[in-house]
């Protein structure tokens, strides 16, 4: 028999999209489902919308669970809470699945005893059929290929590369991660997916061409704050850092741990505090010139570029 998996969709006031979010759950070619719709205390008519289509299709496995709001984090993380599938799909209120992205992804967990699955992330704005598709990020940004071990944790350290909606994760392995710190309100993922890496280095990707997720890009999309999105990745850098100075194996990862400050300190630079930024890689650079050398070029090259950017 097929294994279980939770679909978790976190709302918070998409009572406008969160329909065309739930068509592509129905359209699932794996059939072993149920979804669990977290309102973090919507003030549009989600309720409305969800209770609908709840009721319009009482053959499928849907639990609408409404919450005060609490963010993001604490909505997921009640969504864990209520989760009885072996995996869990996550799936923001306005992005989709492809038809046989759980059908996919479950085979290869299956075959290979994988924690984590996880497949392309496809960005679009619009509505269907009249969509555009965009370029997010640029080439490299997000992983499209397995990782395990120190490279993982390489790439994991120097930015995010898995979207909230790409990967099916084992439910205890999200658990033994901590879930999600709901200090968070962006960036959350991101220190989930490297706590995760912590404890099971070994993320599989699904080449499958009909396996992907749909990531929608609008104005009001959580995507699109960058100011917040600034200080949250302080936030998980500094948690990192913890992570890593409390790991069983903290001396082998020396030299991650470094680069983890060193891109902290050039993010510093870049947007926010370009002071702090400066001074730890001055003092490195005083303390060995010639290894220092090249993150004081970035560091230099990214302030200039700062301030350019504030006289235009």
């Given amino acids: 028999m097929s294994r279980l998996v939770s679909i978790i969709i976190p709302s918070f006031n998409y009572g406008h999209l969160i329909n065309e979010t ?10 072993n489902w149920e979804c669990i719709i977290v309102d973090d205390g919507s003030t549009d008519n989600t309720a409305e919308v969800v209770n609908q289509f709840i009721k319009g299709n009482p053959q499928y496995k849907f639990k609408y669970h409404p919450v005060k709001n609490g963010g993001t984090s604490a909505a997921k993380n009640t969504g864990i809470e209520l989760a009885s599938g072996e995996y869990v799909q996550f799936l923001d209120a306005d992005d989709l699945l492809s038809e046989d992205k759980l059908a996919v992804q479950m085979h290869i967990a299956e075959k290979m005893e994988a924690d984590l699955v996880f497949s392309k992330s496809i960005f679009f704005s619009g509505t269907f059929p ?6 997010k990020y640029p080439n490299n940004f997000l992983a499209e290929e397995s990782l395990n071990g120190n490279q993982l944790w390489q790439r994991l350290i120097q930015n995010n590369i898995l979207t909230i909606s790409s990967p099916i994760v084992k439910r205890a392995l999200l658990v033994r991660a901590g879930m999600f710190n709901p200090a968070l309100q962006n960036n959350e993922d991101w220190l989930l997916w490297f706590n995760i890496a912590m404890l099971s280095p ?15 890009v609008h ?12 200080e949250g990745e302080v936030v998980v850098r500094q948690y990192m850092e913890q992570a890593l100075n409390q ?9 991650l741990k470094a680069l983890n400050l060193n891109l902290l300190a050039l993010h510093q630079i870049r947007s926010l505090n370009a002071f702090t930024g400066l001074s730890y890689i001055l003092s490195k650079f005083v303390k060995n010139p010639v290894k220092a050398s090249p993150l004081l070029g970035k560091g230099i090259f990214k302030l200039g570029t700062r301030l350019y950017k504030s006289v235009r």
């Fill in 22 to 31: 739930l068509q592509s759950v129905i359209k699932q070619t794996y059939r």
């Fill in 130 to 135: 009249l969509v555009q598709y965009v370029e």
């Fill in 247 to 255: 790991s069983d194996v903290a001396d082998q990862l020396i030299d």
């Fill in 202 to 216: 070994n993320f599989l990707y699904d080449k499958d061409e009909r396996s992907f997720v749909l990531i929608r």
């Fill in 219 to 230: 104005p009001t999309s959580a995507m699109t704050n960058h100011q917040k999105m600034f």
